[in-house]
C-alpha cells in the first residue's frame, strides 16, 4: 500500500539552526512528493515538490531530494529563523486505475527560537 | 484571483445527523479533493472530483459522498454522523490538464464537532 512516515515531533532549534526533517514513503507506482506548511493560524499551502526521482524540490531555503533507493524526502534548511516556525507535512500522491491518491504524514511540529 | 473558500466555517452537529458542508475552488481550477484533519494528525485524503466525476477515493465508507457542479465548486456530505467524525474538513482545488495535476490550494477548512 500506499504511506507516509515523518519524523515525530516537535522540534525545537535556535535560531541560524540547521534543520531536517525525515520523510519516507511507500508507494506503488510514481509518485510525486511535496512537502507543505502550515504557519499558526493559517491554512495549508506547498512549500516544495517533486515528480520524480533525483530531483529537488526548493523554495524559501527549504529543500528536499526525491531518493527513490531510500524512499525518502527529507525536508532541509541550513540556517532556520523564527518565522519559521509552523507544522510541516510530508505527503504524496500517486495515481492510481481509479484515479488519484494522496497521503500524509502525521506532521512535524517547528518552533524556532531567537 | 479568489482563493479557495468554504462554508460554514464551524458548525455543530449531533450523531445521526446529516451535514453537507461546501467548497468554492479557486478561480481557473477544475479539481477538488476533500481531505479529513482530525487533531494533532496530518490531512486524510477523501475523495476527489474531476470535471463533475469522482476521481479517486480513499479509505472512507459510502456515507461520505460528494458533488462536484459545473462551476467546479464541491459538496461534501456525510450521513448518519458519529463521533469520530469530528475534524476540520479541508478543501483543496487544483488544475488537471492532460493527466497532470497542477499544485493544489488549500482552503481554510470547517471544523465540526458531532456531539
Known amino acids: 500500500g500506499n504511506s507516509v512516515t515523518q519524523m515525530e515531533g516537535p522540534v525545537t532549534l535556535s535560531e541560524e539552526a540547521f534543520l531536517t526533517i525525515n520523510c519516507t514513503y511507500t508507494?506503488?507506482?510514481?509518485?510525486?512528493l511535496f512537502w507543505y506548511v502550515q504557519y499558526p493560524g493559517e491554512g495549508l499551502q506547498l512549500l516544495l515538490k517533486?515528480?520524480?526521482?533525483?530531483d529537488k524540490g526548493s523554495n524559501k531555503g527549504f529543500e528536499a531530494t526525491y531518493r527513490k533507493e531510500t524512499t525518502s524526502f527529507h525536508l532541509e534548511k541550513g540556517s532556520v529563523q523564527v518565522s519559521d516556525s509552523a507544522v510541516y507535512f510530508c505527503?504524496?500522491?500517486?495515481?492510481?486505475?481509479?484515479?488519484?491518491?494522496?497521503?500524509f504524514g502525521t506532521g512535524t511540529s517547528l518552533t524556532v527560537i531567537p | 484571483e479568489t482563493g479557495v473558500t468554504q462554508s460554514p466555517t464551524h458548525l455543530i452537529k449531533t450523531r445521526g445527523q446529516q451535514v453537507t458542508l461546501r467548497c468554492s475552488s479557486q478561480?481557473?481550477?477544475?479539481?477538488v479533493s476533500w481531505y479529513q484533519q482530525a487533531l494533532g494528525q496530518g490531512p486524510q485524503f477523501i475523495f476527489q472530483?474531476?470535471?463533475?466525476?469522482?476521481?479517486g477515493r480513499g479509505n472512507f465508507p459510502p456515507r461520505f459522498s460528494g458533488l462536484q457542479f459545473p462551476n467546479y465548486s464541491s459538496e461534501l456530505n456525510v450521513n448518519a454522523l458519529e463521533l469520530d467524525d469530528s475534524a476540520l474538513y479541508l478543501c483543496?482545488?487544483?488544475?488537471?490538464?492532460?493527466?497532470?495535476?497542477?499544485?493544489?490550494?488549500f482552503g481554510p477548512g470547517t471544523r465540526l464537532l458531532v456531539l
Open positions: 505527503a504524496l500522491s500517486v495515481i492510481s486505475t481509479t484515479g488519484n491518491q494522496f497521503y
Open positions: 508507494a506503488t507506482g510514481y509518485p510525486s
Open positions: 472530483y474531476y470535471r463533475e466525476e469522482e476521481n
Open positions: 483543496a482545488s487544483s488544475l488537471a490538464l492532460a493527466g497532470y495535476q497542477e499544485t493544489q490550494y
Open positions: 478561480s481557473g481550477h477544475n479539481t
Open positions: 517533486a515528480t520524480k526521482a533525483d
